[in-house]
């Protein structure tokens, strides 16, 4: 069964650095994989969405990047803000189903 | 592009009565939903798959009295909390495959937050 973990589940970093958030998933036989943003209390935010056959996925100051033969993504956030402060969650989807990661919590500090 | 729609976003509902929450696919048609529950602090976990027109199936664990699951249309999924208690406070969240894309795309509902007082 394909299991995804997520490192650090926590973490707190000043304004304005940039930080890499990682998840890793046992079986490397997987659709795509992809990122997604919870705040406190709403739903998911889809961030980036990584096909198989893809590398990497950019949206603004976030890059996602893919290893399918290691089982690893990255999601690299530039420049980080307050705002960003979150749980960010990894996805992969094999199958009909997607298996999640237990999350980064992150807090931006001003 | 594909829209899941899930209502309600929020719902407060005491001990011992039963909820309903809607998964609807806006503008494509599901022929798999899925739904996914979220206590605080843990991964999202699968609850149940369900097909359009047939019985839904459940994860290990998950009581199917309890969360009583109608994919009547392919367009339509419910989710009923029936008999519900303080410890299935969570956030539940739906979401629905697209049989027509390509790249097996699945996509998410925004969620429901289910308090039990």
């Known amino acids: 069964k394909q299991e995804v973990t997520q490192i650090p589940a926590a973490l707190s970093v000043p304004e304005g650095e940039n930080l890499v958030l990682n998840c890793s998933f046992t079986?490397?036989?997987?659709?795509?994989l992809q990122w997604f943003r919870q705040d406190p209390g709403k739903g998911l935010t889809s961030l980036l969405l990584?096909?198989?056959?893809?590398r990497e996925q950019t949206s603004g100051r976030l890059n996602a990047s893919l290893d399918k033969s290691s089982g690893r993504s990255t999601l690299y956030i530039a420049a980080s803000q307050p705002g960003d402060s979150a749980t960010y969650l990894c996805?992969?989807?094999?199958?009909?189903?997607?298996?999640f990661g237990t999350g980064t919590s992150l807090t931006v500090i001003p | 592009g594909a829209v899941v729609s899930q209502h309600p976003s929020w719902v407060i509902c005491k001990s011992g009565t039963s909820v309903k929450i809607e998964c609807r696919s806006l503008?494509?048609?599901?022929?798999?939903m899925f739904w996914y529950r979220q206590f605080p602090k843990q991964s999202l976990m699968l609850m149940a798959t369900?097909?359009?027109?047939?019985?839904?199936?459940?994860e290990q664990g998950v009581e199917k009295d309890k969360f009583l699951i109608n994919h009547a249309s392919l367009t339509l999924s419910t989710l009923t909390v029936t008999s519900a208690h303080p410890e299935d406070s969570s956030f539940y969240i739906c979401?629905?495959?697209?049989?027509?894309?390509?790249?097996?795309?699945?996509?998410f509902g925004e969620g429901s937050w289910l308090t039990v007082v």
């Open positions: 503008d494509f048609q599901a022929t798999t």
């Open positions: 079986d490397s036989a997987i659709y795509n």
């Open positions: 979401s629905a495959w697209d049989s027509l894309l390509s790249g097996n795309t699945i996509y």
């Open positions: 990584i096909q198989s056959s893809q």
């Open positions: 996805a992969v989807s094999a199958g009909n189903q997607f298996y």
């Open positions: 369900s097909n359009e027109g047939s019985k839904a199936t459940y």
